[in-house]
């Protein structure tokens, strides 16, 4: 019996061990099949496509810490779309944007439709087209200048006459006072004489140039003081409306103009917002973004706002300072690492002065110094 038990124990764990050696060998080759090929194996013209080189040793770690900085922009983009709602849901907002209008005006205020400013006198257009045709010519004979073998000026400089004639003969039907028409028929005339000049001879010389645009200075002068007094007028009027409309709402007004870097010393649009905002709302309520660009879009100049006023609560946060990230974060630090480094190297460092966050000071280049400041400083 026992040897019988035995027996059949035996026989059943070695046909149990076979079967399981054969289920493990089948499963085996199953695993191999589902494994793709070897490269080894590969077809010749997939050899050529896939696989990739070896990452530099840490290389792949450096890109994940990398990738926070890079998901930061997406959730701020995804936060800042609530942020820019909940701002104009409780502040005015004016956006005075720079254009070769004179500027355009936009109001937003809670709970009620958007308000556009009307245009600049189409005068103003008028005064500085003019102006820039007859500057533009500089620019346009500059590269040939004393070069009378090359000539391939020629043809454009015939073509631009062609539409210097028709603003000539069209001036008195435009809807300026008649010095203002007087002033640009005797610019538009002396434009036509030098490109007729040019083009008898053939040549254009220094000479020539010169003596032509000193002729026009004054002339131009006097079409950039009419413009500037329009356009100043002009935005000064709707900026006493928009006041009186927004009444006690004014205070918490933010007001946004943009610069491209010629714009920014003298910025005629933002220097008229100070006018109503006040010293003390500059680089607060009042800011001038800088772009590099003539002309921004709402969009951009309202995300731009958006991001300004959302750091502001987030440097007050983490440093408790609300205007340190209107600022270079790393710029006090940087300044005593430039200090240090130049001292090194024997070097004077170059240096602004320190400006406090919260400054209220002009946001331009201001540098004392003799010289003039204007066109008439100028020309005196």
């Given at each position: 019996m026992t040897t019988t038990s035995t027996l059949t124990s035996i026989f059943t764990n070695t046909f149990m061990t076979r079967r399981t050696l054969t289920v493990l060998v089948l499963a085996s080759a199953t695993v191999l099949t589902a494994l793709p090929a070897r490269t080894a194996d590969l077809p010749a013209d997939l050899k050529n496509l896939v696989g990739t080189p070896v990452p530099a040793p840490g290389a792949i770690e450096t890109a994940n810490v990398l990738t926070l900085n890079k998901s930061m922009f997406e959730l701020y983009d995804d936060a800042a779309a609530v942020f820019r709602q909940n701002i104009l849901a409780n502040h005015p907002v004016i956006l005075a944007q720079f254009s070769g209008a004179g500027g355009a005006f936009t109001l937003y205020r809670p709970g009620q439709p958007m308000l556009e400013a009307p245009s600049v006198p189409i005068t103003y257009q008028l005064l500085k087209s003019v102006g820039h045709s007859t500057m533009a010519l500089a620019q346009v004979v500059g590269p040939y200048l004393d070069n009378p073998k090359d000539k391939s000026w020629l043809p454009a400089m015939v073509a631009f006459r062609g539409r210097m004639q028709m603003a000539l003969d069209s001036v008195d039907a435009t809807a300026m006072p008649p010095a203002w028409r007087e002033n640009n028929h005797i610019i538009l005339k002396a434009n036509l004489a030098f490109m007729d000049e040019c083009i008898k001879t053939g040549n254009i010389s220094y000479g020539t140039l010169e003596a032509f645009s000193r002729k026009q200075a004054p002339y131009l002068a006097q079409n950039?003081?009419?413009?500037?007094?329009?356009?100043?007028?002009?935005?000064?009027?709707?900026?006493?409306?928009?006041?009186?409309?927004?009444?006690?709402?004014?205070?918490?007004?933010?007001?946004?103009?943009?610069?491209?870097?010629?714009?920014?010393?003298?910025?005629?649009?933002?220097?008229?917002?100070?006018?109503?905002?006040?010293?003390?709302?500059?680089?607060?309520?009042?800011?001038?973004?800088?772009?590099?660009?003539?002309?921004?879009?709402?969009?951009?100049?309202?995300?731009?706002?958006?991001?300004?006023?959302?750091?502001?609560?987030?440097?007050?946060?983490?440093?408790?300072?609300?205007?340190?990230?209107?600022y270079e974060l790393m710029g006090g630090d940087a300044r005593d690492a430039i200090i240090a480094e130049t001292a090194k190297r024997n070097m004077a460092a170059v240096l602004p002065p320190v400006v406090p966050f919260g400054s209220r000071q002009w946001p331009t280049l201001v540098t004392p110094g003799p010289g003039p400041g204007s066109i008439k400083d100028l020309l005196r």
């Open positions: 950039v003081t009419w413009a500037a007094q329009m356009q100043v007028n002009h935005w000064m009027n709707v900026l006493t409306e928009w006041k009186a409309l927004l009444g006690n709402d004014w205070n918490k007004t933010y007001g946004m103009s943009n610069s491209i870097y010629v714009t920014r010393q003298n910025n005629v649009i933002f220097s008229v917002l100070a006018q109503f905002f006040g010293a003390e709302a500059i680089n607060d309520r009042l800011i001038l973004v800088e772009t590099m660009s003539f002309t921004t879009t709402r969009a951009d100049m309202l995300g731009s706002l958006t991001r300004i006023i959302a750091d502001r609560s987030v440097g007050k946060l983490f440093f408790g300072n609300y205007y340190l990230m209107d």
